[in-house]
């Protein structure tokens, strides 16, 4: 009762050092408010923050709890000039703060934190390009085998023999997912194959964007090894934008047409079991990749080879043998061993600060 | 040219793509904006009308060679009618010219959607639980050492998370917790690392013209 009698009287210590700047690497139109804390902070609601565009009148632009701050003021006009104060509420009582240095905000070119993620493209796509541009010169790149891509013959080979159909799914993914379109890539070479052999192939989908490319792929894949007049129109077909009415879908072609070969390559979510399973249940080989991590046990588990992450990257180098291509693979593989090395030297560091004898050298 | 422009716009499109992830300025914004969302949404209502051409196409097919099932098709044909007259003259939710009550019966899109395609998506959904078991199955046959360790480790997981696992040893729950936080986690943040510099290579082969499978072909 006491307290609350003496605030009445001489009122509650304002914020101080009340410091307003454009919010740095961002689009603009954005203000950050900082202060010192009231001397009163811990029987405060909290801090008002107002502002002004002349310095003499100040409007409400947001609240903030006590014990906070920092406000960021997200709706300013760029390239106008703005006035803070900070205001400590205590019920009714407001405690006005001194007005901040005139501040405008304005949209920056640069997203400065995110330099380490481009001096890391820029090292990595550069390793890329380095091994592209040798094998370019004609050099010998030794690639290890990747078992699910040295089935890819035998498994068109096995549909051939048999008379059955291939199907191709690419997925769930949209356009937009790097999978989809590495499995596209993959598509272009198993159709180029099933075009050789003339073997039926079924590539069903679920968004429209994917078939249209899809349809071009193929259709250029057969034009390509000379076979145009084998290209079927129909084999390429969209089938729903609904994730589990394509599943479903698929599964029925998988039970009708009894496929010889199944190709699961791309971006699969829940669906990747139901495909799997069924597939795995009409007898077909079944070659699976993705990069989505979740997914991969259940096609590890029902499919006879897997493609695991990169491996669903390599695979169209791997397939079609172009130089170029592989010389992209082996600048991952540089790639990798750099992060492992830095993985292993930083991880040994660690350690070895951690080391009690190091305690003696404090 | 029927290959040089899809690669000059693919250029174009993938370094902005990666300049807006960089440089948060309105201009670069706006622009990446206006290629990921309108234009795409311009090509993605095209694409539909191609996507749903090929479907009929594919079904009128079936029916007229009179192929294995092919009554199935005139269904699909059918209902596909039937849904595209309601939605395009009654609306999403009836507030079209077109009536889609009768008495208490609605059949606006919405309601078919709540009632029609959502129960069968969640049968589908449903299904999962009986294919995980047969899965869980044959993963768990110990036919070769990593399967015997895929089993065991699966084992200790799942009696670490009952309150069994608690009453058989208090460190079994941590012990579990820990094959998931230090193992598990190692493995998927290889792959992880493996996929980062994939797609990377992917992107840039594609951005560059290196790769170009999906133009049907490396050939020019």
Same mark, same amino acid.
């Given at each position: 009762m006491a307290v609350i009698l003496l605030i009445g009287l001489i009122g509650v210590a304002p914020p101080t050092h009340v410091r307003a700047y454009d919010t740095p690497d961002d689009g603009g139109?954005?203000?950050?408010?900082?202060?010192?804390?009231?001397?009163?902070?811990?029987?405060?609601?909290?801090? /008002?923050?107002?502002?002004?565009?002349?310095?003499?009148?100040?409007?409400?632009?947001?609240?903030?709890? +006590?014990?906070?701050? +920092?406000? /960021?003021?997200?709706?300013? /006009?760029?390239?106008?000039?703005?006035?803070?104060?900070?205001? &400590?509420?205590?019920?009714?009582?407001?405690?006005?703060?001194?007005?901040?240095?005139?501040?405008?905000?304005?949209?920056?070119?640069?997203?400065?934190?995110?330099?380490?993620?481009?001096?890391?493209?820029?090292?990595?796509?550069?390793?890329?390009?380095?091994?592209?541009?040798?094998?370019?010169?004609?050099? /010998?790149?030794?690639?290890?085998?990747?078992?699910?891509?040295?089935?890819?013959?035998?498994?068109?080979? +096995? &549909?051939?023999?048999?008379?059955?159909?291939?199907?191709?799914?690419?997925?769930?993914g949209l356009i937009g997912d790097i999978a989809t379109i590495a499995s596209l890539n993959i598509l272009g070479e198993i159709a180029k194959k099933c075009a050789r052999y003339d073997t039926q192939l079924i590539n069903p989908h679920l968004d429209p964007i994917v078939y249209t490319v899809a349809r071009e792929v193929v259709k250029e894949s057969y034009t390509q090894v000379g076979r145009p007049d084998a290209f079927d129109p129909d084999s390429v077909y969209f089938i729903t934008d609904l994730q589990f009415a394509y599943a479903a879908a698929v599964s029925g072609i998988m039970v009708r047409e009894k496929p010889a070969t199944n190709f699961l390559i791309g971006w699969f979510m829940a669906e990747s079991l139901i495909l799997a399973e069924t597939g795995a249940s009409t007898g077909a080989i079944q070659i699976a990749g993705t990069d989505r991590v979740p997914q991969l046990p259940f096609f590890i588990t029902a499919c006879d080879y897997t493609l695991i992450g990169e491996e669903l990257y390599a695979a169209s180098a791997y397939i079609s043998k172009e130089p170029l291509l592989l010389g992209a693979i082996k600048g991952e593989d540089l790639g990798k061993l750099i992060i492992g090395a830095a993985l292993i030297a930083g991880s040994i560091i660690g350690l070895l600060t951690k080391l009690p004898i190091l305690n003696l050298f404090k | 040219m029927k290959k040089g422009l899809p690669l000059i716009l693919v250029f174009i499109c993938g370094i902005l793509g990666i300049i807006q992830y960089f440089a948060p300025h309105p201009v670069v914004q706006d622009t990446d904006n206006f290629f990921r969302n309108n234009l795409l949404k311009i090509l993605a209502a095209f694409a539909l009308v191609l996507g749903l051409g090929s479907l009929l196409k594919v079904h009128m097919d079936k029916i007229k060679r009179k192929r294995e099932n092919w009554q199935y098709s005139w269904v699909l044909i059918i209902v596909f009618i039937i849904t595209s007259i309601i939605g395009l003259f009654g609306g999403v939710t009836g507030e079209g010219p077109l009536p889609t009550r009768i008495g208490s019966f609605s059949f606006d899109n919405q309601t078919i959607y709540d009632n029609v395609i959502v129960p069968l998506g969640s049968t589908m959904f449903a299904l999962l639980a009986f294919f995980m078991a047969s899965a869980a199955y044959r993963a768990f046959r110990a036919r070769s050492t990593e399967a015997t360790l895929l089993l065991a480790s699966a084992f200790i997981v799942m009696l670490g998370v009952l309150p069994l696992g608690d009453r058989i040893s208090p460190h079994l729950p941590s012990f579990a917790q820990w094959i998931m936080d230090v193992p598990n986690v190692a493995g998927q943040r290889g792959i992880l690392i493996g996929v980062a510099f994939g797609i990377l290579a992917t992107a840039l082969k594609i951005i560059l013209g290196i790769e170009r499978s999906w133009l049907g072909g490396g050939g020019e």
């Open positions: 139109g954005s203000i950050m408010v900082e202060w010192h804390l009231s001397q009163d902070d811990a029987i405060l609601d909290g801090y /008002e923050i107002y502002r002004s565009n002349d310095g003499d009148v100040y409007e409400k632009v947001g609240f903030i709890g +006590r014990n906070r701050t +920092r406000y /960021e003021d997200s709706n300013t /006009e760029d390239g106008e000039n703005y006035f803070y104060k900070v205001v &400590a509420l205590k019920d009714t009582l407001k405690m006005y703060s001194q007005a901040s240095q005139p501040v405008m905000s304005s949209p920056q070119w640069f997203d400065l934190p995110k330099l380490n993620i481009l001096i890391a493209c820029v090292i990595f796509g550069g390793l890329i390009l380095y091994f592209v541009y040798h094998a370019r010169k004609g050099k /010998e790149l030794y690639i290890r085998k990747i078992a699910g891509l040295q089935a890819i013959d035998d498994a068109v080979g +096995r &549909a051939t023999e048999m008379g059955k159909p291939i199907l191709y799914t690419t997925g769930t | -």
